[in-house]
């Protein structure tokens, strides 16, 4: 009595496990390259999604702010602008309600505009948004009055405040 062998199931089981490994190896990057890993760019995928209502994240060859935007540029590791008030300790930037500001890496390094202090993003952030290589922006509109930190996820001595009257 011959009998049929059972089917292989094996092969998409160890596709998938690969396709595991190679996201782990890639996640677990070190980070010298600048390059954000495989988690980082889901995580701000994540953000940008949740604040689509509130941000609008560009698209990285976006280097351009329309007409009553107010661009913020990441450069030599700070945040600086024509409007960007760098007098203080912080550097601050002060809107009118309702002003979209538009942030444009241009350091070769990957920054964040994260809603937030020192490297942390504020628990109830508003905004966060990946900067991964020279030349991304993206944008975030300020509609309510009061005082905004923003941070960079990544190297938490750069710091401004956007004051928003």
Request: proline share 5%.
């Amino acid at each position: 009595m011959q009998t049929e062998p059972l089917p292989v199931r094996r092969l998409p089981l160890s596709l998938a496990a690969l396709a595991g490994l190679i996201l782990l190896l890639a996640a677990c990057g070190n980070g010298a390259s600048g390059t954000p890993s495989a988690s980082e760019s889901a995580a701000a995928s994540s953000a940008a999604a949740s604040d689509s209502a509130e941000a609008s994240e560009s698209e990285a060859s976006e280097s351009e702010a329309a007409e009553g935007d107010v661009t913020v540029t990441l450069v030599g590791f700070a945040f600086t602008g024509d409007d960007v008030d760098t007098s203080g300790d912080v550097p601050t930037l002060t809107v009118p309600a309702g002003t979209r500001v538009v942030f444009v890496n241009e350091d070769a390094a990957r920054h964040t505009a994260t809603h937030g202090t020192d490297g942390a993003a504020d628990p109830a952030a508003a905004f966060d948004i990946n900067l991964g290589s020279s030349g991304a922006s993206g944008s975030f509109t300020f509609e309510e009055a009061g005082e905004f930190p923003v941070t960079c996820k990544v190297h938490p001595d750069m710091n401004l405040t956007v004051i928003v009257e």
